[in-house]
């Protein structure tokens, strides 16, 4: 496999085919992890993701803390190790059963919106499964062509009213709605990329990013929802400075400190294990870099570009896959995917 991957590179190379020759790139990088190799964490980045791990400043992530300390003030909720607690009540408990019930009427609630904003006329249509996987992840969405499957882990699935409406745009109207996008672009069109996608190739931070974030350009009013998106903008980047300090050689101690100090409601469990996948896992070591270097992206698009700008982005986004690099060219004066750079300076909770 990693012969013939090479050959293939070594013919887009040849024939000036960058979207295949990136893709090449992506997958020899990956399989090369798995048989073992360990490239220093921006070189993977790049390989896979197609972005930097350059950071994000001190000052920028507390600026975005303090976002999300007024947001949670707003609703009477402290910072604290209680917070999530208190954050799960206020978002309204609901079961697995009501949430896969109601996902798809939730989706189909902000649908227009989605599609008059990206211009897309694609169908869809969406198996839902309930599965029980000693995995990391409480969802998931694969499929091919206009057909997705959306499974729950019953082992780690767990839905407030709230995370239902994000869910919902982030599932159905993102990953799947966009995906059944791509491909419609694909059977009227000849496409440049390869019409197969993976997590460690370099449109991840698009595909997570605007996913994560789409509740901005469609429900900016829904108070409860955008408290939700502060406080998940500013813990996405404090999982980032933990994924570049484990892999930078900091022991486990001092990053689940620094975890405590950023987010004191993390969990002991929940740091271990995203210490555990940034750290040994080839796939998540650079899919879940694609969360926080998508989600501040995007965040600051919703937020600081001008109205032709976000336009041209979410119809571009939906007619065919963006790399890092399409997506400086649409908006220039945007942020650095993957942050401006900072060094690695971990915190101690502060104790009284």
Not at 3 to 26: C, I, P, S, W
Not at 89 to 94: A, E, R
Not at 239 to 245: I, P, S, V
Request: charged share 20%; glycine share 8%.
């Amino acid at each position: 496999m990693f012969e013939q991957l090479t050959a293939y590179q070594q013919h887009a190379q040849a024939d000036g085919d960058a979207a295949v020759e990136r893709t090449v790139r992506a997958h020899l990088a990956y399989l090369g992890s798995v048989r073992g190799k360990r490239p220093e964490l921006d070189d993977y980045m790049r390989a896979t993701q197609g972005c930097g791990t350059a950071g994000w400043s001190e000052e920028y992530i507390l600026e975005l803390a303090e976002r999300a300390r007024q947001a949670l003030a707003g609703h009477g909720i402290g910072w604290n190790a209680r917070t999530g607690e208190e954050l799960h009540q206020l978002y309204g408990p609901i079961t697995l059963d009501e949430a896969g019930e109601r996902v798809g009427e939730e989706a189909a609630k902000v649908e227009p919106i989605v599609r008059e904003l990206t211009g897309t006329t694609a169908p869809f249509t969406v198996k839902i499964e309930v599965v029980d996987v000693d995995d990391y992840w409480s969802f998931w969405v694969d499929g091919a062509g206009t057909a997705a499957r959306l499974r729950f882990n019953k082992r780690t699935a767990s839905f407030t009213e709230t995370r239902l409406r994000s869910f919902a745009q982030h599932e159905l109207l993102g990953h799947a709605l966009q995906c059944s996008s791509f491909s419609q672009t694909g059977t009227t069109e000849d496409v440049p990329w390869v019409r197969t996608l993976t997590t460690y190739l370099p449109y991840q931070s698009l595909l997570e990013g605007l996913a994560t974030v789409w509740p901005m350009f469609t429900t900016p009013d829904d108070e409860r929802l955008m408290t939700y998106q502060r406080v998940t903008h500013y813990t996405h980047l404090v999982r980032a400075e933990l994924h570049r300090a484990i892999n930078a050689g900091h022991s486990v101690s001092e990053c689940a400190d620094h975890a405590r100090a950023r987010v004191p409601w993390m969990s002991a469990h929940e740091i271990g294990n995203l210490l555990s996948d940034r750290g040994t896992e080839p796939m998540l070591r650079s899919y879940l870099w694609s969360y926080p270097a998508g989600t501040d992206w995007f965040m600051n698009l919703a937020e600081q570009a001008d109205a032709a700008t976000i336009d041209t982005v979410l119809r571009t986004a939906y007619h065919h896959p963006l790399t890092p690099a399409d997506l400086a060219e649409l908006w220039p004066t945007g942020p650095a995917i993957g942050g401006d750079g900072a060094p690695i300076t971990l915190r101690r909770p502060t104790t009284f």
